[in-house]
C-alpha cells in the first residue's frame, strides 16, 4: 500500500446526502439510507486498510426525529438490524462498538441490543465503531454537566479533562479529521467539544456513492495540511 503520510488516528463522518441519492434514482429516502450502511461497510473496509481503526459516524442526530414518522421508523429498524447483523464479524475484527448519544428515546428493543453489543465487545482494541445515535453536541455536554454535578464534583472547579472524561466519548482520542459529505458546509451538533482542532472535509460525494477512493482522498487531503493546534508552524 502507497505511503499515506500522515494518518487521522479517529475520523469522524457526517454521512449526508442519503435522501438526495435516493430522490435522484426515483426512489423513497429510506432507500438511500439502506444504501448508506452498504457504504459503512465499504468505508470502514478502506479505513481499515489504510489503517485507521476509529471511526465515529453520525447516523441520528437529536433533530432528526421531525423527519417523517416511517422514515425514523425504517432508520430505527435499520440500527437493530445492523447491529444485529454485524456484531459477529466486528467482534470477530476486535472492534469495540459504542453507541453515544441519548438512549432514553431509543425503543428498548434498540437499548437493548446496544447494550449487548457494547458489553461484548468493551474488551476490544483493534478498532474502534462509535455510533451517533439520537446524539447532539451540545446535549452531550449538558449531560456530562449534570452526570459530574449528581456525582458530587465541585463544579466551580470544573476543568477540561474532566469535562471530557464525563463526555459519551470517554477514553476515545478527538477526532483528528471530520468529513461531511453532500457539500453542506457545517458541523450541525456533531463532537463540538471534540472536534476542537480536528481538519474539515468537504465532499460533494453523497453519502450512499462515497467508497475507498473517496476515503483516499480524504486521507491526502489530510495528510497535505500543517496542524497547528493554534499555534505557530514548525520551522525546519
Ligand atoms: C443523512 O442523509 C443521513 C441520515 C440522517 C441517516 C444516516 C444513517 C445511515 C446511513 C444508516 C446508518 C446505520 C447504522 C447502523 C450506523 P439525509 O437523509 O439527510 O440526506 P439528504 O440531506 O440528501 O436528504
Known amino acids: ?52 481503526h476509529n471511526l465515529t459516524l453520525y447516523a441520528f442526530s437529536t433533530e432528526n426525529w421531525s423527519r417523517p414518522r416511517y422514515e425514523v421508523a425504517t432508520l430505527m429498524r435499520l440500527f437493530e438490524q445492523t447491529l444485529q447483523e454485524e456484531v459477529d ?17 431509543l425503543s428498548a428493543r434498540l437499548r437493548r441490543l446496544v447494550q449487548e453489543a457494547e458489553e461484548r465487545t468493551a474488551g476490544n482494541t483493534t478498532g474502534a465503531l462509535t455510533v451517533a445515535i439520537n446524539y447532539g453536541g451540545r446535549a452531550e455536554i449538558v449531560d456530562a454537566v449534570r452526570a459530574l454535578a449528581r456525582a458530587g464534583a465541585d463544579l466551580t472547579q470544573l476543568d ?4 471530557a472524561g464525563a463526555l459519551y466519548t470517554a477514553g476515545l482520542p478527538d477526532p483528528d479529521l471530520i468529513i461531511r459529505t453532500a457539500g453542506e458546509l457545517r458541523t450541525s451538533n456533531f463532537l463540538l467539544w471534540q472536534s476542537a482542532y480536528a481538519e474539515l472535509y ?35
Open 1 to 52: 500500500m502507497a505511503d499515506l503520510g500522515a494518518l487521522p488516528a479517529h475520523i469522524g463522518i457526517i454521512m449526508d446526502g442519503n435522501g438526495r441519492w435516493a430522490r435522484q434514482r426515483g426512489q423513497r429516502r429510506t432507500a438511500g439510507h439502506r444504501a448508506g450502511i452498504r457504504a459503512i461497510r465499504r468505508v470502514m473496509e478502506a479505513a481499515d486498510e489504510a489503517g485507521v
Open 89 to 105: 464479524e466486528l467482534h470477530q475484527n476486535g472492534v469495540r462498538i459504542r453507541v453515544i448519544g441519548r438512549r432514553e428515546q
Open 160 to 163: 477540561e479533562p474532566t469535562l
Open 202 to 236: 468537504v465532499t460533494q460525494t453523497l453519502w450512499p456513492d462515497f467508497g475507498a477512493a473517496d476515503l483516499l482522498a480524504a486521507l491526502a487531503d489530510y495528510a497535505a495540511r500543517q496542524r497547528r493546534f493554534g499555534g505557530v508552524p514548525e520551522l525546519d
